[in-house]
């Protein structure tokens, strides 16, 4: 049998596309920022330093300022801290339970599935913004009930959607295989059932982050989420709205700036490194 | 192309030094089936029926019957993926478990079931070396280098070229695919092979590859085979008896030799004279039709 020459290989033996390699750098360079913020940003987020407001960039503010006049590259600088922060943790940690729950259903069934399903269903039927408020209202406003708030939100639809697309894979012949073989759930689960799952659960992460992302501002923007003078991107967004009519740099620059981190995730996703399978033999 | 159409039969006699053979498999009052169970114990759907068998070590039983007569449920029944409602399934005399779960480790690795989509059996995800690797550990403990000298081996056994461990199965034919699903069965080192339908989705040819293959390792790893169809010559052709089922119960049973004249029940006639024949010379016979023949000469 002759084989073609094998594939050239990356470092890491890991194959990566140039889109693929963009989207890691700005997530990457939005991460750095987030930890670096207080460091880099040229003025105290809640300093008023400019008596125009919606001022136009220039060589003292670089991406104007606000409609009370406060510098918007500081403020961009430390939103990306809660931004970044705050959706990427609960995306996470949304997924990790939705789909780990969902995967679990489908193999177990039966009961299981049907009581876990409802209590699920359930809890997606209340509408975000109230549960927030209720969430908030009983235990006050901090960065760690805004991530698990939001994560308790977003797990059950990622739970349906892994759900579904467990319940597929788990009637193939390779799962009916692995049970006659004698295999335990959580092996089922690892290695037959969640590599074909992980495809579409990925692109369902990306969305659902950019979703959170505008969850927060929402949040943000009812003064649940977070508190001013510290505003994440959507609020500053939501803020500053009011200068859009005047082209006013203060709403533009923060929309730039969740729009190039949302299709990051999303470019990233859809171009994951895949790994080199070693075929020299 | 010909010869793989109709396989020749099998010399029931070939394996007769084999004095006093000793049931592997034996099935007794099996009663299964789908949906809630009722009151009386017994699913809603009831697909088979009382269904006895006995099964001899070595030698290969085909169940035959039309689409929906239960023999593929009996392979789930037996192999314990599908609880039977009455009965027993006993191997060497020991009684399993009616499911998977309530059969040992042993037991579960002395049968194995492989099935008819090779496309579907195999994991799209993973690399034929890992696919092979997986029985190896959980039934034998095997790891590193001893491993993967056993995949290396079982391909070898399946007649595959070791350089095929590393593709991924959609990088395969589907001849190359069955291999790997039967290699995996294999790798068990099984007693008993349930085989539900599995040269079904082949050619002709690919499929009577398939079936010396299976009666080349017979002979070699001393296998019993439990092999359904409804392909009434890849029976002929593998099988030493033949069980006919009818909407879920086993209607007759007799040596394959006997199938073409010695068939007593009126369906198993009608199933074995269904069956479409090559007749490969009947061009030249219609020289010999005389009708024919006077309308050749007129024109």
Not at chain 1, 68 to 91: E, P
Not at chain 1, 130 to 150: D, K, P, R
Not at chain 2, 30 to 50: E, H, N, Q, R
Not at chain 2, 62 to 83: D, F, H, N, Y
Request: glycine share 10%.
């Amino acid at each position: 049998m002759t084989m073609t020459a094998p594939a050239r290989k990356g470092h890491f033996g890991f194959h990566v596309n140039a889109v693929g390699i963009i989207g890691a750098a700005i997530i990457l360079f939005w991460m750095v920022v987030a930890i670096a913020a207080p460091w880099i940003s040229p003025y105290p987020v809640g300093q008023i330093v400019d008596f125009d407001y919606y001022g136009p960039i220039s060589s003292q503010f670089w991406f104007g300022t606000d409609y009370l006049g406060r510098d918007m590259l500081s403020r961009v600088l430390m939103g990306a801290r809660y931004t970044v922060g705050i959706s990427l943790a609960s995306v996470t940690i949304a997924c990790f339970i939705g789909v780990t729950l969902g995967m679990i259903a489908a193999v177990i069934s039966g009961w299981f599935d049907a009581i876990l399903s409802r209590f699920l269903d359930a809890l997606n039927s209340i509408p975000s913004l109230m549960f927030g408020l209720v969430v908030v209202a009983a235990v006050g406003s901090s960065i760690s009930v805004l991530v698990l708030t939001i994560a308790v939100l977003y797990a059950p639809g990622s739970y349906r959607f892994a759900r579904a697309l467990a319940v597929n894979v788990n009637a193939m012949d390779f799962v009916t295989v692995a049970r006659a073989r004698g295999e335990g759930t959580l092996y089922t689960i690892r290695e037959e059932i969640f590599p074909n799952i992980i495809g579409p659960v990925l692109a369902d992460f990306g969305l659902r982050f950019v979703f959170i992302v505008l969850l927060l501002s929402g949040l943000s923007f009812l003064g649940l989420g977070v508190q001013p003078p510290n505003a994440d991107w959507g609020a500053l967004v939501r803020e500053n709205i009011g200068g859009l009519s005047f082209g006013a740099p203060a709403v533009i620059v923060p929309s730039i700036a969740i729009a190039s981190l949302t299709i990051s995730v999303n470019m990233l996703i859809d171009n994951l490194p895949q790994r080199i399978r070693d075929r020299s033999e | 192309m010909i010869e793989a159409f109709h396989p020749k039969g099998r010399d029931p006699n070939a394996r007769a030094e084999n004095a006093e053979p000793q049931p592997i498999l034996k099935v007794s009052g099996l009663t299964a089936g789908y949906g809630a169970v009722g009151s009386d114990g017994l699913p809603k759907f009831v697909i088979l029926k009382d269904i006895d068998l006995e099964l001899e070590r070595g030698r290969s039983l085909g169940v035959i019957g039309e689409s929906g007569s239960g023999k593929s449920t009996l392979a789930r029944v037996i192999a314990g993926l599908l609880p039977a409602a009455k009965g027993s399934v006993a191997m060497d005399g020991i009684t399993l478990g009616h499911g998977t779960r309530d059969r040992s480790k042993q037991e579960l690795r002395k049968l194995q079931i492989v099935f008819q989509l090779a496309d579907t059996a195999l994991n799209p995800n993973k690399p034929v070396g890992a696919i092979l690797s997986r029985p190896l550990t959980f039934y034998h403990g095997m790891s590193g280098q001893a491993r993967e000298a056993e995949v290396d081996r079982l391909l070898d056994l399946v007649r595959l070229p070791k350089a095929l461990k590393h593709r991924l199965p959609g990088e395969l034919s589907g001849g190359q695919k069955q291999r790997i699903n039967f290699a995996r069965a294999l790798a068990a080192r099984p007693e008993l092979i349930l085989c539900d339908e599995i040269t079904s989705a082949l050619d002709t040819v690919v499929a009577a590859a398939i079936l010396d293959l299976l009666d080349e390792l017979q002979r070699e790893l001393g296998l019993t085979y439990m092999f359904i169809s409804h392909d009434l010559s890849t029976v002929e052709a593998v099988c030493d008896r033949v069980a006919v089922m009818y909407q879920g119960e086993k209607v007759e049973e007799m040596p394959t030799s006997r199938m073409q004249s010695g068939a007593e029940h009126p369906y198993s006639k009608l199933l074995i004279s269904s069956v479409p024949k090559l007749d490969t010379g009947w061009l030249d016979s219609l020289g010999q039709d005389r009708t024919f023949a006077d309308a050749a000469d007129r024109h």
